[in-house]
Each structure stands twice: as C-alpha cells, then as structure tokens.
C-alpha cells in the first residue's frame, strides 16, 4: 500500500524504534521513578535520555521542563486550561486543530475565556498584522500551530514570537505537524509552552507526546495523582516534570521516541525536509496536468507535505474508497478536525482528500498517485 496518510500518523516508523520498544518492555521492565531496583532505574534512564533528545532538537536548555504526555491533544488541554482565566482574551487562528478549538470553546463557554479567531485567506495564509491587530489590553496568550494539518501553511512563528514578546503574552505553540521536520528553537522562536506529539515526523509510537514548560509560567495541573516524588505533600509537587507527569509512564513507547529522534539526527532534518519537498512538489506538479482537480493550500512559500484535494465535486469519501480499493492508496477524506480551515478554505460543506506524503514514501508512488487521479478524474469528467 502507497501510505500517504503521515499527517494522522507516520508510518512505517524507522526499524530502531520497533526494536528500542521492544527491547526496553523486554530488558528494562522496571516503573521509571517508583523503584530503586536496577530495572527501574534502566526505565527511568530511558525516559531521561528522550527528554535530552528533544530538549537538543527543541533548544531547550533543561530537559527537565519537558513533561511526557499520551499526545499533543492533552498538552493542549494542559496548556489551556492549566494558565487561562475568567476575563483573559486569546488570539488564535482559523488554521487550528480541534486540539487547540475545543479546549479554547470550552474555556470561552465555561470559565469565560475571550477569543479572537483570525481568520486566513483561501489559500490558508496567515496575516501577522491580523494577529498583532487582534491583541487588546487584557490578552493573555497566543495559541497557534506551527503548520496547519489541512493546508500545509507553515507559520512563521519567529515573527509571531516577536508579536507575543512586544505584548508581554504567553507563546503557546501546537508543534504537531512540524516537529522532526521543520526547526524549532524555543528561544529564537519566544515559545513559553510547546505541545508536540510523538507518533508524526517525530516517528515514536502512538501514545507519545509532551509539553516543555518555560521557566517561570505558571500552570495548574488538569491531574493529580503518584508522582515518585514528595509522595508526603497532599498536593501534586511544584517541580517539572512531576507537575504535568501523574501516574505510570509509557517508558517503552517514550524509549522508542527517542530512537526516532535519534533517527532524525542522523538523517538530518534538512534531507527528511529536502526529500518530503521533493515529493510533494511532484505531486502537485502532477495534478496541475490534470483537469478537475482543485489543490488547496498556499500557491507561494513553505509548506509541508500536506496536500488536499477535491476532483470534481466527487465526494471526498468515495475518492478515497476508490484510491484505497482500486489503486492500493491510503489518505485521509473528510474534515480532518479542522472545520474553520476548512471554512476558510471554502470545502466546510464538502471536506476534502488530503493526501499526506512522509520520508519513507518513494517518487514511484507519488507518479503513481497522480496517475490514480488522472484516471479517477477523467473517469468523472466523461461522466459529467
Ligand atoms: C495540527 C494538529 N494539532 C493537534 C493534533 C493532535 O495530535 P494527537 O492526536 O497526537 O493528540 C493533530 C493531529 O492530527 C494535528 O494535526
């Protein structure tokens, strides 16, 4: 099968993060942090060393502020409902996962929470003087994704850091679809809370993910409960991770995680970057060929292997019925839980095919994609 679906999750994952899960449920079977037994330790030492691999990736200087989470979705919610309060205002964007929408409609409609959504064009570009323009007097946050699951557009979020810096705002930033392929720095970026997944381009298995917490912001904890540590005080301790970390971890999922880093590191972001571009601009390339193919997303400028399409007004599920049943292609139909990018980019009715290409994909199966939809798009044109 042509898995062109890595925006969901990436797969195939590199051959050392099979074998690092594995080896550490096999060899180092201990509970990390509640033990002082050697496999215990071995787990403990496992889950560090993945918070130094992205502490390194991220530029972050202490890896003890990252906590490991199950995903980005409950990083957001962490971010989110752990620092807004009644009568804070938050820009956001139109771009947004419902990762980032829900808990931000749930703040508004609970704890009365203001929200400014700025909206994109139709190609899902972003404004940065919407963004500056939206701030008011008692704005407290910027919540924004590094690059959008729909479109592809990839914001800038160095210029967006220095807009959250002037106003003194916290910098939330939603890293799942670029970490492990575009660069983050929080310090160059300004981001105060990054919330990354670990199973994208990152390549860890699903149920990985994390938030790295700047120094000094404040959070409440959405959960309570063992921690390894202080397990006297009648409230979670104060420290990172043990703050945003309750109960036991995933050590054999994060382990591998951090084999995925180390997959990247060795294969350079740029070539993983350079190869993803290759493969998309063939792509788009392609379709351009073919009549009745609408190509969302930004013309211009960077974006990531994210590609959606409609042929015709061929609903979005039966394209991928018959990508799947007739040409052995996997992608993803419908809205992708993005219904404002969606809006913003016209297809709020109808949804979209999105067709999300990864490294291990090869030029072969993008030629052959664009051959299925030449075909699947004549084939209703003489229909039509
Ligand atoms: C932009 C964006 N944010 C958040 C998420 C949520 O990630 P997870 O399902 O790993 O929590 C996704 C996943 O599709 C995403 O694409």
């Keep these: 099968m042509s898995y062109f679906d890595n925006a969901a999750t990436s797969y195939p994952k590199p051959d050392e993060v099979y074998s690092v899960l594995i080896d550490t449920m096999k060899n180092k079977g201990g509970n990390p942090g509640r033990g002082s037994h050697r496999m215990a330790i071995d787990a403990f030492r496992a889950v560090y060393e993945t918070r130094v691999k992205l502490a390194?990736?991220?530029?972050?200087?202490?890896?003890?502020?990252?906590?490991?989470?199950?995903?980005?979705?409950?990083?957001?919610?962490?971010?989110?409902?752990?620092?807004?309060?009644?009568?804070?205002?938050?820009?956001?964007?139109?771009?947004?996962?419902?990762?980032?929408?829900?808990?931000?409609?749930?703040?508004?409609?609970?704890?009365g929470v203001e929200l400014t959504v700025v909206e994109t064009d139709s190609q899902g570009r972003i404004s940065l003087d919407d963004i500056d323009n939206a701030v008011r007097k008692n704005t407290r946050a910027i919540v924004i994704t590094h690059a959008s699951n729909l479109t592809g557009t990839v914001i800038p979020l160095e210029k967006v850091g220095k807009i959250a810096k002037k106003h003194d705002l916290l910098f939330v930033v939603d890293a799942s679809q670029s970490a492990g392929v575009i660069e983050i720095d929080v310090e160059d970026m300004n981001i105060d809370i990054l919330c990354f997944t670990g199973h994208k381009s990152l390549f860890g298995p699903q149920g990985t993910g994390g938030i790295y917490l700047r120094e000094g912001v404040e959070i409440e904890p959405l959960m309570e409960g063992g921690s390894g540590s202080h397990s006297k005080l009648r409230r979670q301790p104060k420290e990172m991770p043990d703050l945003l970390e309750c109960g036991t971890l995933n050590a054999p999922a994060i382990a591998a995680l951090g084999a995925g880093v180390d997959f990247i590191i060795k294969t350079g972001m740029e070539n993983i970057r350079r190869h993803e571009n290759e493969l998309t601009e063939t792509f788009i390339k392609g379709l351009r060929t073919i009549e009745g193919i609408k190509i969302y997303g930004p013309?211009?400028?960077?974006?990531?292997?994210?590609?959606?399409?409609?042929?015709?007004d061929v609903d979005p599920s039966e394209v991928s019925s018959l990508l799947e049943e007739e040409y052995d292609i996997a992608v993803r139909p419908g809205m992708h839980c993005a219904p404002l990018a969606h809006r913003s980019i016209g297809t709020y009715e109808t949804g979209a095919v999105r067709f999300s290409f990864g490294y291990f994909n090869k030029m072969e199966e993008i030629l052959h994609a664009v051959e299925s939809i030449r075909e699947i798009a004549n084939f209703y044109g003489d229909k039509g």
């Design 56 to 111: 390194k990736l991220f530029n972050i200087d202490e890896p003890l502020r990252i906590a490991f989470t199950q995903n980005a979705t409950v990083s957001l919610n962490f971010a989110i409902k752990g620092t807004l309060e009644k009568g804070d205002h938050v820009v956001t964007t139109s771009l947004e996962h419902n990762s980032v929408l829900r808990p931000l409609f749930s703040m508004e409609d609970r704890k």
């Design 299 to 312: 013309e211009t400028g960077e974006r990531t292997p994210v590609v959606a399409i409609n042929i015709w």
